[in-house]
């Protein structure tokens, strides 16, 4: 059973970058799967912001496409996240997940524990 | 606004069983793609509850229990009890290209 870890700053500066790493334990990346990237923002519900393959075909929300790049390196067993452009909108926690599916991505199982990010100068 | 409608609160005594439902379109649940739920305790990430409609993943006690038809979905619990108490979103794939979640229920065990 993959176990997976969210990792990156918690205090991001309005129109900057924020950048989040996903390391995975107990399962190799290589061996397939999809990885995405979900966040929540404060008493709100879910949402999705993209998901990547090992081989690293990504497919994007495409409401925040113009700003997110999701990224794998097999390597270091890792699935990255650069948001651009950041506003106090992207305050969110930020999970990642082992995604289970083909075309329309499936189900996520495992999650992450989350990491809280705060847009703020 | 979210794809995929559910209603914001459900609630039911302990021993009860209550029903949620999660309404999307002809573009989403409606295309025939799959329905998935989650639950998140309070301050914990979602945990996956059904998958493909209607299985159950390891260690879910069978007093949970989805369905699909058309497009909508619903989920069931049987026999509520207190440690039920938690967020459940619907999840399934649109086809503008994305994962969509449903706004979630937040479940009140009286």
């Known amino acids: 059973q993959a176990q997976l870890r969210e990792s990156g700053p918690g205090l991001v500066k309005p129109s900057e970058t924020l950048s989040l790493t996903c390391s995975v334990s107990g399962f190799s990346i290589s061996t397939g799967y999809y990885w995405g990237w979900i966040r929540q923002s404060p008493g709100k519900g879910l949402e999705w912001i993209g998901s990547?393959?090992?081989?690293?075909?990504?497919h994007y929300n495409p409401s925040l496409r113009s700003r997110v790049t999701v990224s794998v390196d097999t390597s270091k067993n890792q699935i990255s996240l650069n948001l651009r452009s950041v506003t106090a909108a992207d305050t969110a926690i930020f999970y990642c997940a082992k995604s289970h599916g083909g075309n329309d991505l499936g189900w996520f199982d495992p999650w992450g524990q989350g990491v809280q990010v705060t847009v703020s100068s | 606004q979210s794809l995929l409608a559910q209603p914001p609160s459900v609630s039911g005594a302990p021993g009860q069983r209550v029903t949620m439902s999660c309404t999307g379109s002809?573009?989403?649940?409606?295309?025939?793609?799959?329905v998935h739920w989650y639950q998140q305790l309070p301050g914990t990430a979602p945990k996956l509850l059904i998958y493909a409609n209607n299985k159950r993943p390891s260690g879910v006690p069978d007093r949970f229990s989805a369905s699909k038809s058309g497009a909508s979905a619903s989920l069931a619990i049987s026999g509520l009890q207190a440690e039920d108490e938690a967020d459940y979103y619907c999840?399934?794939?649109?086809?503008?290209?994305?994962?969509?979640f449903g706004g979630g229920t937040k479940l009140t065990v009286l």
């Open positions: 990547i393959f090992y081989s690293g075909v990504a």
């Open positions: 002809g573009s989403n649940i409606g295309a025939g793609y799959d």
């Open positions: 999840q399934s794939y649109d086809l503008s290209l994305r994962v969509v």
